[in-house]
Nanobody
Framework: QVQLVESGGGLVQAGGSLRLSCAAS????????MDWYRQAPGKQRELVAA???????NYADSAKGRFTISRDIPKNTAHLQMNSLKPEDTAVYYC?????????????????????WGQGTLVTVSS
């Protein structure tokens, strides 16, 4: 099992900044991508920013120019720097990690796909 723990959410005024962090823990895993999603009340979860191990990034139109995703691959962490926050950025932000994990069963070793989610961190932007 791989666990993701997000941190860094909170209450901020419009125009302010927050930096979210996501840390993956577990054993025998390799992460290929770490992404940030968010879900506002009454809305579907949406992709905010994504980053592969090769450094390719992808941002939602609403995040371009304001948010920056980064990763510390050896530490299995990801960050989302959010600047110029707006009230419409208010949501629970989730970290998602995808990759592979080796599963040991007796003498056998299997490689399984990994798709893990964190518990979310609430970001509230006041006007």
């Amino acid at each position: 099992q791989v666990q993701l723990v997000e941190s860094g959410g909170g209450l901020v005024q419009a125009g302010g900044s927050l930096r979210l962090s996501c840390a993956a823990s577990g054993s025998n895993f390799v992460l290929h991508a770490m992404d940030w999603y968010r879900q506002a009340p009454g809305k579907q979860r949406e992709l905010v920013a994504a980053m592969t191990s090769g450094g390719t990034t992808n941002y939602a139109d609403s995040a371009k120019g304001r948010f920056t995703i980064s990763r510390d691959i050896p530490k299995n962490t990801a960050h989302l720097q959010m600047n110029s926050l707006k009230p419409e950025d208010t949501a629970v932000y989730y970290c998602n990690a995808r990759g592979t994990q080796r599963i040991y069963t007796g003498q056998a070793v299997g490689v399984m796909p990994l798709d893990a989610w964190g518990q979310g961190t609430l970001v509230t932007v006041s006007s």
